[in-house]
């Protein structure tokens, strides 16, 4: 079946780029999403990148998408305290009613 | 607007006994519901996801069962909670068609610890 790995831990400065990574196995992947968590909260989507596409960007966020290497990057720029959460990956393919979701990252901000 | 509910936001339930929680959707029709757990460590888990109303499908073999009796009510249940069970329970829903194809919405969870 499909899978989605992401490294579960990133600390970054405050101020800094932060970047989490996320690899994917399903080759027909047509979607491809970053949902935010915060503390004791549900998900929320927070971009999202089609496969036919290399780089989307929005306003501190970059997302990369090498499709061949089946990797997709989310960078966020001049990273804030309210950064700190859960960001998972999440992947599906146009007709599928399922997404599949990485393991998340938890990222902390140090002062 | 469309929004989500779920309840309760948090329950403490002993080895053996039964489950009910409910998620309920505001301001759309036909939706696809979807329950999701979370463990520690563990990511995000779909459980079970539905496309109609009666119409459930079941990811991971378990002794949790869901329903979904009316168009806007997904029911999640068991008859003797594991203390496994434990974990962040989350119902989402979506529409296909959207712009954002299977964008998901989330609730806002269910905590639960068994003893």
């Known amino acids: 079946g499909e899978d989605v790995e992401q490294s579960l831990f990133l600390s970054v400065r405050e101020g800094d780029s932060s970047v989490i990574n996320c690899t994917y196995t399903d080759s027909s992947s047509t979607y491809l999403y970053w949902y935010k968590q915060e503390p004791g909260a549900g998900l929320q989507l927070l971009t999202y990148i089609f496969s036919n596409m290399d780089m989307k960007q929005d306003q501190r966020l970059t997302v990369l998408l090498n499709k061949k290497d089946k990797h997709l990057s989310l960078r966020i720029a001049d990273t804030q305290t309210g950064d700190s959460a859960i960001y998972f990956c999440?992947?599906?393919?146009?007709?599928?009613?399922?997404?599949?979701f990485g393991t998340g990252t938890r990222l902390t901000i140090i002062p | 607007s469309q929004t989500i509910h779920q309840w309760p936001a948090t329950l403490v339930q002993p080895v053996g006994s039964p489950l009910s929680l409910e998620c309920t959707v505001e301001?759309?029709?036909?939706?696809?519901l979807y329950w999701y757990r979370q463990a520690a460590g563990r990511g995000l888990q779909l459980l079970f996801y539905s496309v109609g109303i009666g119409q459930i499908s079941s990811e991971v073999p378990q002794n949790l069962s869901a329903s979904r009796p009316q168009d806007r009510q997904f029911i999640l249940s068991s008859k003797k909670l594991l203390l496994s069970d434990s974990g962040f329970y989350l119902c989402?829903?979506?529409?296909?068609?959207?712009?954002?194809?299977?964008?998901?919405?989330f609730g806002p969870g269910t905590r639960l610890t068994v003893l």
């Open positions: 999440a992947e599906t393919s146009f007709g599928n009613e399922k997404l599949t």
């Open positions: 989402a829903w979506s529409i296909l068609t959207n712009t954002i194809y299977n964008e998901q919405f």
């Open positions: 301001g759309t029709s036909n939706p696809n």
